[in-house]
T-cell receptor
Framework: DQQVKQNSPSLSVQEGRISILNCDYT??????FLWYKKYPAEGPTFLIS?????DKNEDGRFTVFLNKSAKHLSLHIVPSQPGDSAVYFC????????????FGTGTSLTVIP | ETGVTQTPRHLVMGMTNKKSLKCEQH?????MYWYKQSAKKPLELMFV???????ENNSVPSRFSPECPNSSHLFLHLHTLQPEDSALYLC????????????FGSGTRLTVV
C-alpha cells in the first residue's frame, strides 16, 4: 500500500500566482518530510524539508506546511515562475524507517508565462 | 566530478541480453540506493546498501542483481529482462545518521525490447 500519496498528477498556474502542491501520508511514525523537484532527463533534486517538530518551513519563494493531525503537507511556491515547471515529488521517512524515504507519484507543475 | 554519477544515461537492450548499470558517488556517503521510476507510479525503492552491506531488497525479481564493491560504487546487473522493466533507474546516496534525504543521480533510461 502506498504510504505517500500525491493525488494531483498535474497542476497549471499562471506566472506570478501561487502554486500549491499537496501530499498525504499514512504512517504517523514518519518524522521527516522532503520535497524534490525533477526536470526531464535529470534526477530529482532536493528542494525543501520539514521535520515533524515544526509546522512550517520557509526558504525564499518556497514554503512547506505540515499538518500532523491530518497527515498532510503542502508546498507553496509564490510567486510562481516559468522555471518552476517540473515534477515535484513528496517524500516521507525518518523515525523508525531510519534513512529510508517513501515517495509519492509526483505532481507535474506547469507555470504559464 | 561531484555528486552522484550514473552511466549509461540511456540503454536499449533485448530480453536475452545482459547489461549493467553503474553508479558512483563522490560525496563520502555510506548508504546507496537503487530506485525505479515508472510512469504514473511512485519512486519504488529496489535495494539499499549501508556500509557496502545490502540491508533492503524490496521483493525485486532475481533478474535484477545489485553489487556494491565499495561505499562509492553501486551496480545493477540486468539479465533476461521483460518489456515492463522499461523505466528510469535512479541511484541515490545518503549519509547514515543524517536525515536530510538523498542525493540522486540523473538516472539511466532503460528500454527493453
Amino acid at each position: 500500500d502506498q504510504q505517500v500519496k500525491q493525488n494531483s498528477p498535474s497542476l497549471s498556474v499562471q506566472e506570478g500566482r501561487i502554486s500549491i502542491l499537496n501530499c498525504d501520508y499514512t504512517n504517523s511514525m514518519f518524522d521527516y518530510f522532503l520535497w524534490y523537484k525533477k526536470y526531464p532527463a535529470e534526477g530529482p533534486t532536493f528542494l525543501i524539508s520539514i521535520s515533524s517538530i515544526k509546522d512550517k518551513n520557509e526558504d525564499g519563494r518556497f514554503t512547506v506546511f505540515l499538518n500532523k493531525s491530518a497527515k498532510h503537507l503542502s508546498l507553496h511556491i509564490v510567486p510562481s515562475q516559468p522555471g518552476d515547471s517540473a515534477v515535484y515529488f513528496c517524500a516521507a521517512g525518518g523515525g523508525l524507517t531510519g534513512n529510508q524515504f517513501y515517495f509519492g507519484t509526483g505532481t507535474s507543475l506547469t507555470v504559464i508565462p | 566530478e561531484t555528486g552522484v554519477t550514473q552511466t549509461p544515461r540511456h540503454l536499449v537492450m533485448g530480453m536475452t541480453n545482459k547489461k549493467s548499470l553503474k553508479c558512483e558517488q563522490h560525496l563520502g556517503h555510506n548508504a546507496m540506493y537503487w530506485y525505479k521510476q515508472s510512469a504514473k507510479k511512485p519512486l519504488e525503492l529496489m535495494f539499499v546498501y549501508n556500509f557496502k552491506e545490502q540491508t533492503e531488497n524490496n521483493s525485486v525479481p532475481s533478474r535484477f542483481s545489485p553489487e556494491c564493491p565499495n561505499s562509492s560504487h553501486l551496480f545493477l546487473h540486468l539479465h533476461t529482462l521483460q518489456p515492463e522493466d522499461s523505466a528510469l533507474y535512479l541511484c541515490a546516496s545518503s549519509q547514515e545518521g543524517q536525515i536530510y534525504g538523498y542525493t540522486f543521480g540523473s538516472g539511466t533510461r532503460l528500454t527493453v525490447v
